[in-house]
């Protein structure tokens, strides 16, 4: 059985970077069938996809936050990360760590618990 | 403003159906046959209910069905259970430079 598990701080002061990793467990992040994706959810809000990797390494990011964010896999220690650079409380959110099959889907199947990170001095 | 347009909250009474649609463009629900649905109940990690339009993943419900017409794609719930209370999420994927897109979620209320 597939598990993910964000790790991270819970709390980035703003302008400084949020740092999260995502761990797989039961899987390889050096499948070729899947892509690993960062979702986040504001409180009280909806969905937003945030990016995704390939185990090549190609990313793919969502415009509204390409010039902040970038996505990189660890492939020996079976991790996924997250960097969002310059946070401000508008990035104060769930963050989820996802398996999508292929590249032209919107299927996740797995999913991990989710992390809070609150940006605040 | 999510990409996908749903409506904000749906009700209705145990047993009987509803149905949650999902509006996108023809960049995306209208292009392709990637659409998938989620439920989120309060606190809960989103779980996967139908992809690829109208498939269930193993252990869903038969209840849960999914349909699409153009560019609209539609989640159909029938024989309402109090348990099928919970936040609904389309998503699509898109030849836009985003990727994947969600909807802005559909609040079920059963009564």
């Known amino acids: 059985q597939l598990q993910l598990q964000e790790s991270g701080p819970g709390l980035v002061k703003p302008s400084e970077t949020l740092s999260l990793i995502c761990s797989v467990s039961?899987?390889?992040?050096?499948?070729?069938?899947?892509?690993w994706d960062w979702i986040r959810q504001p409180p009280g809000k909806g969905l937003e996809w945030i990016g995704t990797?390939?185990?090549?390494?190609?990313?793919y990011y969502n415009p509204s936050l390409k010039s902040r964010v970038s996505i990189s896999v660890d492939t020996s220690r079976n991790q996924f990360s997250l960097s969002l650079t310059s946070v401000t409380a508008a990035d104060t959110a769930v963050y989820y760590c996802?398996?999508?099959?292929?590249?032209?889907?919107?299927?996740?199947?797995?999913w991990g618990q989710g992390t809070l990170v609150t940006v605040s001095s | 403003q999510s990409a996908l347009t749903q409506p904000a909250s749906v009700s209705g009474s145990p047993g009987q159906s509803i149905t949650i649609s999902c509006t996108g463009t023809s960049s995306d629900v209208g292009a392709y046959n990637y659409v998938s649905w989620y439920q989120q109940h309060p606190g809960k990690v989103p779980k996967l209910i139908i992809y690829d339009v109208g498939h269930r993943p193993s252990g869903v419900s038969y209840r849960f069905s999914g349909s699409k017409s153009g560019n609209t794609a539609s989640l159909t719930i029938s024989g309402l259970q109090a348990e099928d209370e919970a936040v609904y999420y389309c998503a699509s994927y898109t030849s836009s430079r985003t990727y994947v897109v969600f909807g802005g979620g559909t609040i079920l209320t059963v009564l």
């Open positions: 996802a398996r999508r099959i292929t590249a032209a889907s919107a299927y996740f199947d797995y």
């Open positions: 990797m390939y185990y090549s390494g190609s990313t």
């Open positions: 039961g899987g390889s992040t050096s499948s070729s069938s899947y892509y």
